[in-house]
């Protein structure tokens, strides 16, 4: 059954960029938009699972630090090689000042 | 990739190659400088402003040489005059070729992709297939059986090197893998690295450069002129010098099989006309720890990096002082190499942090 977990706090991600968050031996990348909405991927790009969190956020694309793969990370779809295969998102929702993210077992 | 017979497999599908997956170096951890996220962010930044200034000076003196040699054909003034225009065709476009590549030198993506596409073309490169090529070099930088781009094999390639400063072994190998892509087949290494998705883009591509450079030749025939050859694809044969020496300068001669660019890759110091003919690429060590910044930034970044890194070369001559002798060496030697010294306080290779965990 899904369940909703802490992320992160609103004022631990800038506008326009990403952090990590583990939890149960999984990585996600949450975002936070130039528009100041909260979005939530896997952490790891599908390519070579580089750690997005580390990577570039340029309006609503995500680009991986290794290879400059870019996803879409309001969709998980990826834009074109060196990626190929879409990123799983995850639901969001901000509550006071954390961010929860939905994720099943 | 020709290669003679050396002491290690640098093939991609050899006993080197299952090596480097079993010791872990294929698609390893590399290190990085540690910057603060907020400068990194600052460095990543894109936008259209320098890449499209950049490009519209080096477009512009291309059609303006290469007129200025249509027009003074037949005359000596001719022979400077594409002596210019073939370093701009062919050695310029490799720094083109890589950066649009990584899809930085512009913010819009689509510009990237048509300078990409064009500098391709000029090199004699399948776009998609390089662009696999090139992926799989930063990923297994130098680890040898991992990287389809090691120009420095051990013991050193060196006929095949020296016949290169004119494109003499490239120029053939290019004409013949794009004959051979143009009818679907890919070799066992290819197949190793461009996914089964992208493969028709390589026929489809393989094509149309073929077609334009063989309606070059055709026109050249029939005109009983070398002009049209020297104008499209005759510059990687007299125009590439530049780009063999600077950019050998990228790896040669440094380590095989780290994972830590400091060792692996040489940042050298050149002057402002080599550096927009290079595009930044002389700052190799910085390019390859963070490939997301784009070269215009390259030269900060490695303000930000330098304490954390070998001393730069300070010339392209002192960078092939230190390349001559150690690839002679090896011609003996397969074993020697130039071992990078790290400043003291230098950072090691180590575990990475930062997450929230929850």
Same mark, same amino acid.
């Given at each position: 059954?899904?369940?909703?977990?802490?992320?992160?706090?609103?004022?631990?991600?800038?506008?326009?960029?990403?952090? @990590?968050?583990?939890?149960?031996?999984?990585?996600?990348?949450?975002? @936070?938009?130039?528009?100041? @909405?909260?979005?939530?991927?896997?952490?790891?790009?599908?390519?070579?699972?580089?750690?997005?969190?580390?990577?570039?956020?340029?309006?609503?694309?995500?680009?991986?630090?290794?290879?400059?793969?870019?996803?879409?990370? @309001?969709?998980?779809?990826?834009?074109?090689?060196?990626?190929?295969?879409?990123?799983?998102?995850?639901?969001?929702?901000?509550?006071?000042?954390?961010?929860?993210?939905?994720?099943?077992? | 990739?020709?290669?003679?017979?050396?002491?290690?497999?640098?093939?991609?599908?050899?006993?080197?190659?299952?090596?480097?997956?079993?010791?872990?170096?294929?698609?390893?951890?590399?290190?990085?400088?540690?910057?603060?996220?907020?400068?990194?962010?600052?460095?990543?930044?894109?936008?259209?402003?320098?890449?499209?200034?950049?490009?519209?000076?080096?477009?512009?003196?291309?059609?303006?040489?290469?007129?200025?040699?249509?027009?003074?054909?037949?005359?000596?003034?001719?022979?400077?005059?594409?002596?210019?225009?073939?370093?701009?065709?062919?050695?310029?476009?490799?720094?083109?070729?890589?950066?649009?590549?990584?899809?930085?030198?512009?913010?819009?993506?689509?510009? #990237?992709?048509?300078?990409?596409?064009?500098?391709?073309?000029?090199?004699?490169?399948?776009?998609?297939?390089?662009?696999?090529?090139?992926?799989?070099?930063?990923?297994?930088?130098?680890?040898?059986?991992?990287?389809?781009?090691?120009?420095?094999?051990?013991?050193?390639?060196?006929?095949?090197?020296?016949?290169?400063?004119?494109?003499?072994? #490239?120029?053939?190998?290019?004409?013949?893998?794009? $004959?051979?892509?143009?009818?679907?087949?890919?070799?066992?290494?290819?197949?190793?690295?461009?996914?089964?998705?992208?493969?028709?883009?390589?026929?489809?591509?393989?094509?149309?450069?073929?077609?334009?450079?063989?309606?070059?030749?055709?026109?050249?025939?029939? /005109?009983?002129?070398?002009?049209?050859?020297?104008?499209?694809?005759?510059?990687?044969?007299?125009?590439?010098?530049?780009?063999?020496?600077?950019?050998? /300068?990228?790896?040669?001669?440094?380590?095989?099989?780290?994972?830590?660019?400091?060792?692996?890759?040489?940042?050298?110091?050149?002057?402002?006309?080599?550096?927009?003919?290079?595009? #930044?690429?002389?700052?190799?060590?910085?390019?390859?720890?963070?490939?997301?910044?784009?070269?215009? $930034?390259?030269?900060?970044?490695?303000?930000?990096?330098?304490?954390?890194?070998?001393?730069?070369?300070?010339?392209?001559? $002192?960078?092939?002082?230190?390349?001559?002798?150690?690839?002679?060496?090896?011609?003996?030697?397969?074993?020697?190499?130039?071992?990078?010294?790290?400043?003291?306080?230098?950072?090691?290779?180590?575990?990475?942090?930062?997450?929230?965990?929850?």
């Amino acid at each position: 059954m899904a369940e909703w977990i802490r992320a992160c706090g609103v004022d631990d991600i800038d506008t326009e960029d990403v952090v @990590r968050f583990d939890h149960a031996g999984r990585t996600f990348a949450i975002y @936070r938009s130039p528009d100041d @909405r909260f979005y939530a991927t896997d952490g790891l790009c599908t390519h070579e699972l580089a750690h997005l969190a580390d990577g570039f956020v340029m309006d609503s694309i995500i680009e991986c630090p290794k290879h400059n793969g870019r996803f879409d990370y @309001r969709t998980g779809a990826a834009k074109g090689a060196p990626v190929c295969v879409n990123l799983k998102t995850y639901p969001v929702r901000v509550d006071g000042d954390q961010v929860l993210i939905e994720v099943s077992p | 990739m020709l290669r003679f017979a050396t002491n290690r497999d640098y093939s991609l599908v050899g006993p080197e190659a299952a090596k480097a997956i079993e010791t872990g170096l294929a698609n390893g951890e590399w290190y990085k400088s540690p910057i603060p996220r907020k400068r990194l962010k600052e460095l990543m930044a894109r936008s259209d402003g320098p890449a499209l200034r950049d490009t519209a000076i080096w477009l512009g003196l291309i059609l303006a040489f290469g007129g200025l040699g249509i027009w003074l054909w037949g005359t000596w003034w001719a022979v400077p005059v594409f002596a210019v225009y073939g370093v701009l065709y062919a050695s310029a476009a490799d720094s083109r070729w890589h950066e649009c590549g990584h899809r930085t030198a512009f913010r819009t993506v689509w510009i #990237n992709d048509a300078v990409y596409a064009l500098a391709s073309f000029l090199l004699l490169r399948s776009p998609t297939a390089w662009r696999w090529s090139h992926t799989r070099h930063h990923t297994d930088t130098i680890i040898v059986g991992r990287d389809p781009e090691i120009a420095g094999m051990r013991p050193p390639q060196l006929i095949i090197m020296v016949l290169n400063i004119f494109g003499l072994v #490239n120029v053939p190998q290019s004409l013949a893998t794009l $004959a051979r892509y143009s009818v679907g087949r890919l070799n066992a290494e290819e197949l190793d690295y461009v996914p089964q998705m992208e493969r028709w883009r390589v026929q489809v591509e393989a094509i149309v450069i073929l077609a334009i450079h063989l309606g070059a030749l055709a026109v050249a025939v029939a /005109t009983s002129s070398l002009l049209p050859v020297v104008l499209i694809g005759g510059p990687n044969i007299y125009g590439i010098w530049f780009l063999w020496w600077v950019g050998n /300068t990228q790896h040669l001669g440094l380590a095989e099989d780290v994972l830590d660019h400091r060792l692996d890759a040489r940042t050298v110091y050149m002057n402002p006309v080599f550096r927009f003919l290079y595009w #930044n690429m002389n700052y190799h060590v910085e390019h390859h720890m963070y490939p997301m910044v784009p070269y215009h $930034a390259l030269k900060a970044l490695h303000e930000e990096v330098k304490a954390d890194c070998p001393p730069a070369t300070p010339s392209v001559m $002192a960078a092939w002082r230190e390349i001559l002798p150690t690839i002679l060496r090896q011609l003996n030697d397969p074993t020697h190499f130039i071992r990078k010294q790290l400043p003291a306080g230098a950072g090691q290779l180590a575990e990475r942090a930062g997450a929230h965990h929850g």
